[in-house]
C-alpha cells in the first residue's frame, strides 16, 4: 500500500523569500507524483507531475519539484514566493494509471509582506 | 482539459437529513471519482467508476453514502441520513492519462 507523508503542516514566508514544502511516500513498486494547490473555497488544481524522466519538472506559478527515488521523496520549491501564492499545497501519489490517487494531509503555505 | 460541472456547490442540513451531489463531465471521460475532504485533511477516496461500473468503494461508507453513473457520463453522490461529521468538501474529479483532475467541489455542512 502507498502512502504520503507532508512533513510541514505549515509554512511561513516573507514575499520573495524562497520555499520548500516537503513530501515523503512509501510505495513498492513505481509510483506517479504529483503537487495540487487549493485556493480558498475552490477545488483542487494540478501544478506539476511526476511520470518518469528527468527527476527535476517543472509547474506552473513558477513551482518546481524534484523526484528522488533513494530518498522517497518529491520536495516542491519556488525560489521567490508571491502573496498570491497562500495556499493550501497537497502532494499525491499513485502506483500506475487508471487507479486513485492518495493524497497527504496537505502543507499551508502563507506568504506575508 | 474540459472539467466537470458540480451541484450544488454550498448545502446546509441539518443531522439525519439527506442530501445529493451531481457531477457531470462536460466532455465524456471513462474514469470518474469522488473525493471527500474533511477540513484540514487530504482528500480521501470515496468512489472510483469506470464507466458505468464500479472500480472501488471500499472506503465509502455504504450504510449511508450510495453513487452511481448513469450511462457513463453523469454520476450522483448520496447521503442519508447525514451524520455531523459528514461536513466536508465533495469533490469529483475524472481521469485523463497519467492525470486526475478536479472540479470545484460541493461543500456540505451539517448542523
Known amino acids: 500500500a502507498q502512502s504520503v507523508t507532508q512533513l510541514d503542516s505549515q509554512v511561513p514566508v516573507f514575499e520573495e523569500a524562497p520555499v520548500e514544502l516537503r513530501c515523503n511516500y512509501s510505495?513498492?513498486?513505481?509510483?506517479?507524483l504529483f503537487w495540487y494547490v487549493q485556493y480558498p473555497n475552490q477545488g483542487l488544481q494540478l501544478l506539476l507531475k511526476y511520470l518518469s524522466g528527468s527527476t527535476l519538472v517543472k509547474g506552473i506559478n513558477g513551482f518546481e519539484a524534484e523526484f528522488n527515488k533513494s530518498q522517497t521523496s518529491f520536495h516542491l520549491r519556488k525560489p521567490s514566493v508571491h502573496i498570491s501564492d497562500t495556499a493550501e499545497y497537497f502532494c499525491?501519489?499513485?502506483?500506475?494509471?487508471?487507479?486513485?490517487?492518495?493524497f497527504g494531509k496537505g502543507t499551508t503555505l502563507s506568504v506575508s509582506s | 482539459e474540459a472539467g466537470v460541472a458540480q451541484s450544488p456547490r454550498y448545502k446546509i442540513i441539518e443531522k439525519r437529513q439527506s442530501v445529493a451531489f451531481w457531477c457531470n463531465p462536460i466532455?465524456?471521460?471513462?474514469?470518474l471519482y469522488w473525493y471527500q475532504q474533511i477540513l484540514g485533511q487530504g482528500p480521501k477516496l470515496l468512489i472510483q467508476f469506470q464507466n458505468n461500473g464500479v472500480v472501488d468503494d471500499s472506503q465509502l461508507p455504504k450504510d449511508r453514502f450510495s453513487a452511481e453513473r448513469l450511462k457513463g457520463v453523469d454520476s450522483t453522490l448520496k447521503i442519508q441520513p447525514a451524520k455531523l461529521e459528514d461536513s466536508a468538501v465533495y469533490l469529483c474529479a475524472w481521469g485523463s492519462g497519467n492525470t486526475i483532475y478536479f472540479g470545484e467541489g460541493s461543500w456540505l455542512t451539517v448542523v
Open positions: 510505495s513498492s513498486v513505481s509510483v506517479y
Open positions: 466532455s465524456g471521460h471513462a474514469t
Open positions: 499525491a501519489v499513485r502506483h500506475q494509471a487508471g487507479t486513485a490517487l492518495i
